[in-house]
């Protein structure tokens, strides 16, 4: 039985991914669909760099802003409501095209991973919360990547919630959550085409500099405080993605806002290092440099 084809478009952040996605989806007729962990939280449009109105061209754009900030997400949930959005788009005659650089978001979307539970331990979990207090997140951080740097590399060091989760994984299961992820797969529902995006290092970091910069023009920190007034917990999954947690310990006094945005932009190229190192390893892409 012949699998349906779908369009895909991959690459480190600030490499061009989205206006590609909407050439491509204008070409064939097709919506996009976003594959970015941070760009389906709401109110969070500056930090999270999502696509203006402008910039879709027109184009329907799915996953973006389905969740309020301080609501938690699975990534079992995320590929589910994807590929739900994926079926959809197919079934109205439209060219999927899949578009975003969270490396397991989009490999359990188009894998058709099956996500089982796993037992938890709390003894475990909080020995760690302890420690990330106490020594940062940076300490629980590399715990992980010695047991299991798979997993380490998809996971940002800020996300503690996900970096403890694998480590639990580990301890309660014996195995990597890499491997069990590997072992979860089943057929593939989708034929895809996935072509990833290149640029040379120091035109990619240029970018990221300048697409930070301009995160602060537009009002990055103004962003930031109206989520704090909303309530949302600054401890919360939304509020620890780059760029919100590093203006937080501005709001707070804890650092300059220079230094604030030199750590974004540090930030910012080491994430953009680690999701190379993620789609690398996919022979499937197909990789042009632009």
Not at 10 to 27: F, H, M, N
Not at 39 to 63: F, L, R, S
Not at 132 to 155: H, P
Request: charged share 35%.
């Amino acid at each position: 039985m012949n699998k349906p084809k779908i369009l895909c478009v991959v690459g480190p952040t600030a490499s061009g991914k989205t206006d590609y996605a909407v050439e491509l989806a204008l070409k064939c007729g097709g919506e996009v669909v976003s594959c970015d962990s941070m760009q389906i939280y709401k109110h969070m449009d500056i930090g999270t760099a999502k696509p203006t109105a402008d910039e879709m061209k027109g184009v329907k754009h799915h996953m973006i802003d389905i969740i309020e900030p301080n609501e938690s997400f699975s990534v079992a949930r995320f590929s589910e409501m994807a590929r739900e959005c994926i079926d959809d788009i197919l079934l109205r005659g439209k060219m999927p095209v899949l578009c975003g650089g969270t490396g397991l978001y989009f490999d359990s979307t188009i894998n058709n991973i099956n996500f089982i539970q796993m037992d938890t331990d709390e003894e475990y979990r909080k020995y760690l919360e302890s420690a990330a207090k106490e020594f940062g997140n940076e300490y629980v951080y590399k715990i992980l990547k010695r047991v299991d740097e798979e997993s380490a590399e998809s996971i940002h060091p800020n996300n503690l919630k996900r970096v403890i989760r694998a480590l639990e994984i580990y301890k309660t299961t014996g195995k990597k959550k890499s491997e069990l992820d590997k072992e979860q797969l089943s057929e593939p529902l989708y034929e895809p085409e996935i072509t990833g995006l290149m640029r040379d290092r120091e035109v990619l970091y240029d970018r990221i500099n300048k697409r930070v910069d301009i995160m602060m023009e537009k009002g990055l920190v103004e962003e930031v405080s109206e989520l704090i007034k909303m309530g949302i917990d600054t401890e919360a999954t939304s509020m620890q993605a780059i760029g919100y947690k590093e203006i937080i310990e501005y709001l707070d006094g804890k650092t300059s806002l220079s230094d604030a945005v030199d750590k974004i932009k540090r930030e910012s190229r080491r994430y953009a290092k680690r999701q190379l190192t993620w789609f690398k390893r996919n022979e499937k892409i197909h990789w042009i440099n632009i």
